[in-house]
């Protein structure tokens, strides 16, 4: 399966991850592309998104591009005038998506004998609330991450409308009514 981010790419964007095998770490990557990414870029993007992955760099159209790896542009505020602004980039976003679910699970590991937690003879362990708080911290970030992606996406005209948000593992979404 192909993907928007790689390992590699992962451990050098987001916040330091540890020595994470790279098969957990490709399965939180596939976690957070479908069910944060996907659903608010929809399956359209995302799909133009991976296709642009297997372009030459100098056949990659430059929106896109700069869609993944973040930069500056200028929009046109009307009366006002142009502004400049700033994003990280797709790929950021995922990869403090990616750090979030290795909070929560990440040294779960499955074994012949069922789930157990890997744990060293010096290592301490994080409380249930110290975890929930810095996992609820990094999804604060990825998402403020990601907003930024949906205005550059809606600025550049690759989107229309944003799609529903997806059913974020372990976040709430409250709506204002009226």
């Given at each position: 399966m192909k993907h928007l981010l790689t390992t590699e790419e992962l451990r050098k964007?987001?916040?330091?991850?540890?020595?994470?095998?790279?098969?957990?770490?490709?399965?939180f990557i596939t976690e957070a592309e479908q069910l944060h990414i996907k659903p608010i870029l929809g399956d359209e993007l995302f799909i133009g998104l991976l296709a642009e992955q297997d372009k030459a760099?100098?056949?990659?159209?430059?929106?896109?591009?700069?869609?993944?790896?973040?930069?500056?542009?200028?929009?046109?505020?009307?009366?006002?005038?142009?502004?400049?602004?700033?994003?990280?980039?797709?790929?950021?976003?995922i990869s403090y998506f990616v750090y979030a679910q290795n909070l929560m699970v990440g040294d779960v590991e499955s074994t012949r004998y069922g789930s157990v937690v890997k744990s060293g003879d010096y290592s301490d362990r994080l409380s249930s609330k110290e975890r929930s708080d810095a996992y609820n911290n990094t999804l604060e970030v990825a998402n403020s991450y990601l907003k930024d992606c949906v205005a550059y996406c809606k600025e550049k005209g690759l989107i229309k409308r944003v799609g529903k948000p997806a059913a974020s593992i372990g976040g709430i979404v409250i709506r204002k009514i009226g």
């Amino acid at each position: 399966m192909k993907h928007l981010l790689t390992t590699e790419e992962l451990r050098k964007l987001g916040r330091p991850i540890g020595k994470v095998a790279d098969d957990k770490l490709t399965a939180f990557i596939t976690e957070a592309e479908q069910l944060h990414i996907k659903p608010i870029l929809g399956d359209e993007l995302f799909i133009g998104l991976l296709a642009e992955q297997d372009k030459a760099v100098e056949q990659r159209d430059e929106v896109k591009t700069m869609l993944l790896d973040g930069g500056s542009y200028v929009i046109n505020e009307g009366c006002d005038g142009e502004s400049i602004r700033s994003f990280m980039g797709l790929k950021v976003a995922i990869s403090y998506f990616v750090y979030a679910q290795n909070l929560m699970v990440g040294d779960v590991e499955s074994t012949r004998y069922g789930s157990v937690v890997k744990s060293g003879d010096y290592s301490d362990r994080l409380s249930s609330k110290e975890r929930s708080d810095a996992y609820n911290n990094t999804l604060e970030v990825a998402n403020s991450y990601l907003k930024d992606c949906v205005a550059y996406c809606k600025e550049k005209g690759l989107i229309k409308r944003v799609g529903k948000p997806a059913a974020s593992i372990g976040g709430i979404v409250i709506r204002k009514i009226g």
